[in-house]
């Protein structure tokens, strides 16, 4: 027998939510068009589509060309680190720097010691580079730490304070880190982790850490929260992890995507209209 899915949380009228990074140029999504209208019926009105890779950047500039609650962010994933060369760079902080891409970030960038599918000094060295560049056009910093806090942690301390700001995206460790990323100034975004039973440590981060400095994300198609785990994530799942921040925290759904939207509207300064096509 089938086991019967949780509705998805409804907002009321006038609340929406905005998705802070998913991957909408994945293969996953058969219709990215569709996915991105079905967020919008379902009221996640924004989303924050992420570069992997100079090919990842510019799908993910294509699709916020074309919608116009989308928005662009352009990156050398960790994992690509190891085809780093400044033509790479150059070429990113072209897609950047041309205005009706409408890029908002730059990432994700970081380090994986988890997966090391590049070699982990060719990981720092770009990490370090992608800093410098975001630094130099002025965008917000999207970080990807996975097994790597105290390198992480390091590097960002070298190149804070950060101007134009930044989130530690799918965050990952504890109260105390997070303690020290906010301290840089930066945001942490909660995935749909949280939702899953065994997530004590990132239930106690969404319960604690100010409101003010929290945005969502689904990493979508990664990461679907229960009762879609292991399925592909969809930029409406996002409802999911909200209901249950709203939860831990004893306020309501409302209350947690109003002052999420408003962090990422002023991380990302998204335009506040943008309804997708």
Avoid at 205 to 233: S, Y
């Amino acid at each position: 027998m089938k086991k019967n899915r949780a509705p998805l949380p409804r907002l009321k009228t006038g609340t929406a939510l905005v998705d802070t990074h998913c991957h909408l140029d994945m293969n996953r999504y058969a219709d990215p068009d569709e996915v991105i209208r079905s967020a919008a019926r379902n009221g996640v009105t924004r989303i924050v589509t992420v570069g992997i890779d100079s090919v990842s950047s510019d799908a993910a500039a294509a699709l916020a060309r074309r919608h116009p609650g989308v928005f662009a962010t352009v990156g050398l994933h960790p994992h690509n680190a190891g085809d780093a060369t400044e033509e790479t760079f150059a070429y990113l902080a072209r897609l950047a720097q041309a205005p009706a891409n409408k890029i908002v970030g730059y990432g994700e960038i970081g380090l994986d010691f988890a997966r090391n599918y590049a070699p982990r000094q060719a990981q720092i060295n770009t990490f370090h580079r992608q800093l410098e560049i975001a630094r130099e056009i002025g965008l917000p910093i999207i970080i990807h730490d996975r097994d790597a806090h105290e390198e992480t942690m390091e590097i960002l301390n070298q190149h804070a304070p950060f101007k134009a700001g930044g989130v530690m995206h799918c965050f990952s460790g504890d109260t105390e880190l997070a303690r020290r990323v906010l301290d840089l100034g930066l945001y942490i975004s909660i995935p749909g982790i949280v939702t899953f039973n065994r997530s004590e440590t990132l239930q106690q981060v969404a319960r604690e850490i100010p409101l003010d400095r929290m945005v969502l994300e689904t990493d979508g198609p990664f990461l679907a929260p229960v009762p879609w785990r292991g399925k592909t994530n969809l930029p409406e799942y996002l409802l999911y992890t909200a209901q249950k921040i709203a939860e831990l925290r004893g306020i309501s759904l409302e209350e947690v995507a109003g002052q999420t939207s408003r962090n990422a509207e002023q991380l990302f300064n998204l335009d506040s209209t943008g309804v997708p096509a």
